[in-house]
């Protein structure tokens, strides 16, 4: 047996004389500078979508007519699009507390069959009606029996001066809690995949407890302002826009852009309710102008380390230029307050806000005199909540599952239906998952590395590269290329994370060498390891701008593809794309993609996006097992067992007339048929078998 002091001095003479500490804290070097690249390309692209936002918008005819598209692109990044069905809410009144200036119904409704919400309605005391009417939406107060309880003296206070007030629990912390951290928290990157956002629960929500403030008598329909901190904020945003009976609105430290968010890099700060996912390539500043010309104010701190200074005062001065070009839309009707304060709403906010309500819901411009700041809560939680235990049928735990309404596939139709099918799916991947795609082709600047492959060279011409992905992205690749055969086929290997050890992994491509060309490729944010703290803080901040990592993966092989077709020459006789697990799925829809792929080779592939790779939107579009199909007839073959759902692909492949190209192989020589291609100069016997 060989001692790990001779193999390693093997290795470094494979090497060409380098020692192998050497090549690695190299390569260890280059491959954190190209990770760094991504996170300040990330940075870029969400600067460059703050800095085009509401910026073609120059008359008041320019916003009328961009406005319903916009109204249109925000619900559907909230999950609302198409809008849940307004079925019965089966309000209940579970109990009353009666005091000297108001009472408190206790009550619940169902926003969805089984999606319960929890709240209280503050009712004045001897006042007539109807009433101006304030929906006050919490914030993240952690308690088991809701956050309404922590929000309370907001809602007396209304209550106490002839509103009725309406206070809603969260998802997150009602006294039937849902999940608000799934990808921020608990890896829960199917939510991507299915365009869900809590944001869009809540919002749901807020519209359905609006349904209900229209049934009560004491309830002026007309005069129904909203207003939220953190969270409510967020819900509070997103409710006006897209909802215009809400007369007048006060979102609390609750306001960015992507651009600043990703300049500070703070998602990590942020719940995923916050943000919507940017599929359409907009900013927040959109969620204001839809406000516009109904009354707006929004208050902030300049010591909020989540929403900075420079990302609420740059959605001022965007949305006032749309409220600008409404007759009486400006400075009257939208306004910024921020103080020297953290995430908070101290008594000067409280104060604003209620001076603000005051004006827009009762034509009353007075001054409210400075209050001191009031207790958290006066009524203990156990008073103020509305049920014993949770249904038996509630969804809320689960919800996330099911409400963006994920696709059911049809079984495979005709031919003519097929192609149709085909036709209209490559078109919502290109408007709805991959609209970020780049759409200049930019100059590849390629570098050629020092390393010479060491024994690797002796199977083929070797060459270690790194080339330009997108602007800002470098990636890296070695290519083998067959010596004396310029016509050789192309395979692509695309390596995911963790796929080798060591850098020269070379013992499954060993068959190959010499008959195909290989590239072998790395992805970005495959080479350099990556704790799941940094990976959900770029997954999360790639959503900010209409991607994710399997999104911008898929990119850089399309981009190999380019690479070697072009620098290289090298795609002559078709090109072959390999990958391990959710690459070899990403390689399926670079193949979608460019039509130079004859072949995808998958190996140990996941059966749908549910498990992954995560991809915005896809499962509200499709799922692997068709885009699978969408491949035929070209040829797809997998190194391990087809899951049972690709049963589906078998069928469109078969009523293709392509059932020959949807294959099982034992290994890759075995996919790619390397008998088929001798080396140069071998020799054959009369029978065919190749030495």
Known sequence: MRSPSRILAGCALALGGATLASVAAHAQEAATRRQEMVIEQLKK??????????SDIRSLDDWKRQRPAMRGELLYMLGLDPLPERTPLKPQITGTLTRPDYRVEKLVFQSLPGLYVTANLYLPANSPGPLPTILYVSGHAPHPLGAKSYYQD???WFASHGYVCLILDTLEFGEVPGIHHGIHDLNMWNWLSLGYTPAGVEVWNAMRAIDYLETRPEVDRQRIGMTGISG?????????????????????????????????????????CIYFHNTFLR?????????????LLFFSGRQDPDFPPDGYHEVYRKVKRVYDLYPGGGPARISEVDDDVGHSDPPLFRRQTREWMNRWLRNDAAPLPEEPDAAASSEPAEALACLAGPPRDAINYHVHDLFTSPVRLRPPGTAVEQAQRREDLLAQLREKVFRWFPRERIPFETTVSPNDGGWAARYADYKEVEFTSEAGVRIRAQLLRPRGQPQAPLLIYAKRAG???????????????????????????????????????????????GRTVAAMQTWDILRAIEWAAGEERVAARGVSLYGKGEMGILAL?????????????????????????????????TDIVEVAGAFAPRRLVSLTEYPRPFDYTRRVYEQQGAARQFVRAESLAAALEVWNYPRRGSASDAGGNRF
Do not use: K
Not at 45 to 54: C, E, F, Y
């Open 45 to 54: 692209a969400a600067a460059a979508i703050s800095d085009r936002s509401l």
């Open 283 to 295: 900013d927040f500043p959109i969620v204001g102008a839809l406000i516009a010309p109904r009354p």
């Open 589 to 621: 829809y670079a193949g979608l993609f460019d039509e130079r792929v004859s072949q995808v080779v998958l190996n140990d592939a996941p059966a749908s996006h549910w498990q992954g790779p995560a991809l915005l939107n896809i499962l509200r579009i």
């Open 499 to 545: 796929d080798s050890i060591y850098f020269m992994d070379l013992d499954e491509l060993l068959p190959v060498l010499g008959r195909y060309a290989v590239l072998i490729v790395n992805p970005r944010l495959t080479e350099h390891p990556v704790s799941a703290f940094q990976y959900a803080e770029i997954e999360r901040s790639a959503s900010w701008v």
């Open 232 to 272: 409510g904020g967020s819900t509070t945003w997103f409710t006006t826009a897209v909802d215009e009976r809400v007369a007048a609105a006060v979102p609390g430290v609750s306001t960015y852009t992507f651009g600043s968010q990703a300049a500070h890099w703070v998602a990590a700060g942020q719940c995923d």
């Open 154 to 156: 907001r809602a007396a």
